[in-house]
């Protein structure tokens, strides 16, 4: 079965005194299949962050379904949300904890005993363990990127969600996290990304839905799209 299965999903944002409610999804249906990386892409406003924030809980949707590794999230919330970790595009830290402290934090809110938890594992595989102890607010950009990649791997999941990791990075860290990207794929990750790149797509992902103002427009392997663009 595919590791996440996405039915019909409408989202209708409620209309505010400044805006014309916005429909962001229009019905939008497609599968991820395990064990690739998948790429949505599309262009700003296509509505992206608004289908991964759905995905995460942040975002109620109007209608609609999605299963993730085969738990549906609204009847069976907990399961979905154990069998995926999101990487937000916003980078938020307490500045005044240290990478172990978020990693441990983490695994306190998944019920993680201390024993079985795998801070430091994590931290070796982001290449953080130099800044185990630092605070987070003198880490880099880049390194505060990895440490939420780590942040959304605690618990395990087998799937990997990240909302434009690459947005405004430069070339270097750009692949660094390509590179970090493939060895969890390769560990058997799941990985789902969200760019606005056409190239980050094709560089990383073996398939590639694209969207746009909320509409499914092709969902094909990377080798097929390529050729037709
Ligand atoms: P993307 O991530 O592809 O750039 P988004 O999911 O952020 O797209 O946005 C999709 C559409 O929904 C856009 O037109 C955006 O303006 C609108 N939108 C996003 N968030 C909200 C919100 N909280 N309230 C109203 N409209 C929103
Ligand atoms: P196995 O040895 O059975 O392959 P792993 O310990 O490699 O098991 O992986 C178990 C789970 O831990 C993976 O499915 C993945 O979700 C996660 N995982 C494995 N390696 C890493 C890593 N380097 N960084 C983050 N998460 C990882």
Partial sequence: SP?????????????????????????????????????????????????????????NKTSGSIRIWGHDIDRDHRNAKTCIGIVPQEIVFDPFFTPFEVLENQGGMYGIAKSLRRSEELLRAVRLEDKRDAYARTLSGGMKRRLLIAKAMVHSPPILVLDEPTAGVDVELRRQLWELVGDLNDQGVTVVLTTHYLEEAEQLCDR??????????????TRELVGMM
């Fill in 3 to 59: 590791a996440i299965e996405i039915r019909d999903v409408v989202k209708q944002y409620a209309s505010s005194n400044k805006a014309e409610p916005k429909l962001a999804l229009k019905g939008l249906s497609f599968d991820v299949p395990q064990g690739g990386v998948f790429g949505l892409l599309g262009p700003n406003g296509a509505g992206k962050s608004t289908l991964i924030n759905i995905m995460a809980g942040l975002v």
């Fill in 208 to 221: 590639i839905a694209i969207i746009n103002h909320g509409e499914l427009i092709t969902n094909k392997p």
